[in-house]
């Protein structure tokens, strides 16, 4: 069965400063999505990580895929408030059809 | 952008009634899910359908589940003989083709089963 793992599952920061979100998942995968959901509200998609060594670049956020290491990481840079949020990545394995498999989610605090 | 439109956005139901949950994808996509997020936990997959027939469903879509796409622009999930523990936020959520393409989800209904 996949697992998908995220770390931390909270996260307090302040402004300005810079923080990394890990995702681990136990099998090989094809394809890795983070997303973003303000509180009761739907989810945002923020990056598709399709390759081993990808990474993908937002304004203050950017992803990177490890395939070997079964890792994905979103980085963020110079944390503003408006990035307060709770942070999820997904996982598709092909040969278990496309379902998203997501973690449990790094809820993000910015504080000023 | 092109969006996922779901409804009702909230829906309060007594234990045992039966529920439709709707959704109209993104018009020219051609894979459609519904997921399930209860209230702090993650999101779950549960049910995808393609080609009007369901292509794969998770351990939560038992037989009190259904889907259908009645028209060529709506996809419906049922719940029947509600449970409170169905309680939850429903997505649906669609994808033009499933190779590196983005799934866009929609705005989520609500449901609160008493």
């Known amino acids: 069965e996949l697992k998908v793992e995220q770390n931390p599952l909270f996260l307090s920061m302040q402004e300005g400063k810079n923080y990394t979100i890990y995702c681990n998942y136990s099998t090989t995968s094809d394809r890795l999505y983070w997303y973003r959901q303000d509180p009761g509200k739907s989810l945002e998609s923020l990056f598709v990580?399709?390759?081993?060594?990808a990474v993908k670049q937002e304004g203050r956020l950017m992803a990177s895929l490890d395939t070997k290491a079964r890792l994905s990481t979103l980085h963020i840079t110079a944390a503003v408030h408006d990035l307060s949020a709770t942070y999820f990545c997904a996982v598709v394995v092909e040969t278990s059809g496309s379902r998203l498999t997501f973690g449990e989610g790094t809820q993000l605090t910015v504080n000023p | 952008e092109p969006e996922v439109t779901q409804t009702p956005s909230h829906q309060v139901t007594q234990m045992g009634q039966e529920v439709i949950l709707r959704c109209v994808p993104i018009s020219n996509h051609l894979y459609f899910y519904w997921y399930r997020q209860i209230l702090g936990q993650k999101v779950e997959f549960l049910v995808s359908f393609y080609n009007n027939e369901i292509s794969e469903k998770s351990e939560i879509f038992d037989d009190q589940f259904s889907v259908e796409r009645p028209d060529g622009s709506n996809f419906t999930l049922k719940i029947r003989s509600t449970k409170l523990e169905d309680s939850a936020m429903y997505f649906c959520?669609?994808?033009?083709?499933?190779?590196?393409?983005?799934?866009?989800f929609g705005e989520g209904s609500w449901l609160t089963v008493v």
């Open positions: 990580l399709l390759s081993n060594g």
């Open positions: 959520a669609s994808v033009y083709g499933y190779s590196g393409n983005t799934i866009y």
